[in-house]
């Protein structure tokens, strides 16, 4: 539901690209995936596509969609929205962070317009100006080493953009899905909300679920590699977050892959300012969850099903193409993560070794198969499909309720 592949951010561009990608979502047990294409400001929404899909087509081993990101809510990307629909794309995606925000104004007049026509918007909730604030305040004070990165995205900003997200859905009555969220704060506005009838869907990663800001402590270039955005939170928001998965306040898991060469990650060993949000996922999220949670009790395996794949694709509107997938595990093949095994670190990337989040974690059942629309692409662990076989899939979406 939630991949960045060969993606450019801030002038570095990421390792895997649409091939090596693909490569470890197949080995991972994933059939489908669903990019993010970036619209540059001033370029229209299809514009955008178009770029994206250039990136992707002849490389994917498994079936392929895209998310639109909105950069530029100006009348004519506005205008643009319905075409999207008509064409296959029913979802975009704001920024509430700085950086990459449209500021408030527009997210609301993106909210609109995507009502009117049935698109879900994907909100990265974080408030920006308190992130600015408390960066700006640990620099000032000599805290730059990555141990200091988390003091500088509180839970406090993430909850507050979150509740502020969804007070600008229910005020115009338009459907947004929460990505990656990571604290408990956020979670009770998502559940409130839903209670109260807002049309609000959450999305966790797998690092909030199995890792937790601990990893932070060593400092340096170790604590680097988990440097995403979010952060790693503390043990009760991750413990919030799987009450959340069980409960159905959390509909879906994406891994928000985003990978980074070792020395990519490393450049901001001294600076948390200069290394790159985002960490890898997608062959590893799946072997990890289902370890961590099904395989340690805190969720079903029916749970697990529903937030890797049956919700994600009621939401977003490719039902009828997943249906069609199947992924197989077993818990009496165990293994552990290993970053030379790993598709996007290794045979599957050719710019360089990734950071791998859950390296060493041990395995209670690993993908024994994955099937892509009647063909085997993967077997334990080894990929057998052929690059350019995954389909551009187009998307309809019906009333999904919340």
Request: hydrophobic share 40%.
């Amino acid at each position: 539901m939630h991949t960045h592949l060969d993606a450019e951010v801030g002038g570095i561009r990421s390792v895997d690209d649409f091939e090596s990608g693909t490569a470890a979502a197949a080995c991972g047990g994933v059939t489908t995936i669903c990019d993010y294409a970036w619209q540059v400001r001033g370029q229209s929404l299809t514009a955008a596509l178009e770029a994206w899909k250039t990136k992707a087509v002849g490389r994917a081993h498994v079936d392929y969609g895209f998310h639109v990101i909105v950069s530029d809510a100006s009348d004519r990307t506005l205008a643009e929205i319905p075409r999207l629909v008509d064409i296959g794309y029913p979802s975009i995606k704001v920024f509430m962070i700085n950086e990459f925000g449209i500021g408030d104004q527009a997210i609301v007049r993106v909210l609109d317009a995507a009502r009117k026509v049935g698109v879900v918007v994907n909100v990265h909730a974080e408030n920006g100006d308190m992130l600015d604030h408390c960066t700006r305040n640990l620099l000032a004070a000599g805290h730059r080493d990555p141990r200091y990165y988390a003091a500088s995205r509180p839970a406090l900003a993430e909850a507050e953009a979150t509740r502020r997200a969804i007070d600008y859905a229910a005020l115009v009555d338009a459907e947004i899905y929460i990505v990656h969220l990571s604290c408990a704060d956020a979670l009770d506005a998502v559940s409130a909300a839903r209670r109260r009838g807002v049309r609000v869907w959450a999305e966790t990663r797998p690092i909030y679920l199995a890792l937790t800001e601990e990893r932070y402590a060593v400092g340096g270039a170790e604590a680097a590699k988990f440097v995403g955005a979010p952060p790693l939170r503390t043990a009760r928001d991750q413990a919030a977050l799987w009450e959340g998965l069980r409960s159905g306040d959390i509909q879906a898991i994406g891994s928000d892959n985003t990978s980074w060469t070792v020395e990519q990650k490393a450049a901001g060993a001294q600076d948390f300012t200069r290394v790159p949000y985002g960490v890898p996922g997608l062959e590893t999220e799946m072997p990890v969850i289902y370890s961590e949670g099904v395989g340690g009790a805190r969720i079903s395996v029916q749970t697990f099903v529903a937030a890797f794949s049956t919700n994600p694709a009621r939401i977003s509107g490719s039902i009828r193409r997943r249906a069609r997938s199947r992924w197989a595990a077993t818990p009496t093949w165990s293994s552990s993560i290993r970053r030379a095994v790993a598709w996007s670190t290794s045979g599957g990337s050719t710019r360089g070794p990734a950071t791998i989040p859950f390296n060493g974690f041990e395995l209670r059942g690993v993908p024994v198969l994955t099937l892509s629309r009647g063909e085997v692409v993967a077997r334990k662990g080894q990929l057998v499909s052929q690059a350019g076989r995954g389909r551009h899939v187009l998307r309809r979406r019906t009333s999904t309720g919340a």
